[in-house]
Nanobody, 118 residues
Framework: QVQLVESGGGLVQAGGSLRLSCAASGRFFRIDDMAWYRQAPGKQRESVAFITRSGTTNYANSVQGRFTIARDNAKNTVYLQMNSLKPEDTAVYYC????????????WGQGTQVTVSS
């Protein structure tokens, strides 16, 4: 069983910063891609950023230059540093890991609320 636990969400004023974390626990062999998604009220879940095991990153156009994804393979943890936050960044943020146990599975965190006030 693989569990992902997120932390770091909260309320911040526009222009501020937040750092999200997501750590995996349980029994597994390896974590491949790690990613962050978000879902705003009334909207579909969208990809924000992902990072491969070797460190290659990719960002949504809407966050490019403001958000940074990073990972610590020794700690099975992914981070999302969010700077210059905008009200439109308000959403529930979810981490997503592709994890090898006895097969390659797709796992989600419980979600953490990020609210940016104007």
């Amino acid at each position: 069983q693989v569990q992902l636990v997120e932390s770091g969400g909260g309320l911040v004023q526009a222009g501020g910063s937040l750092r999200l974390s997501c750590a995996a626990s349980g029994r597994f062999f390896r974590i491949d891609d790690m990613a962050w998604y978000r879902q705003a009220p009334g909207k579909q879940r969208e990809s924000v950023a992902f990072i491969t095991r070797s460190g290659t990153t990719n960002y949504a156009n809407s966050v490019q230059g403001r958000f940074t994804i990073a990972r610590d393979n020794a700690k099975n943890t992914v981070y999302l540093q969010m700077n210059s936050l905008k009200p439109e960044d308000t959403a529930v943020y979810y981490c997503n890991f592709r994890v090898y146990t006895t097969y390659l599975g797709n796992y989600w965190g419980q979600g953490t609320q990020v609210t940016v006030s104007s």
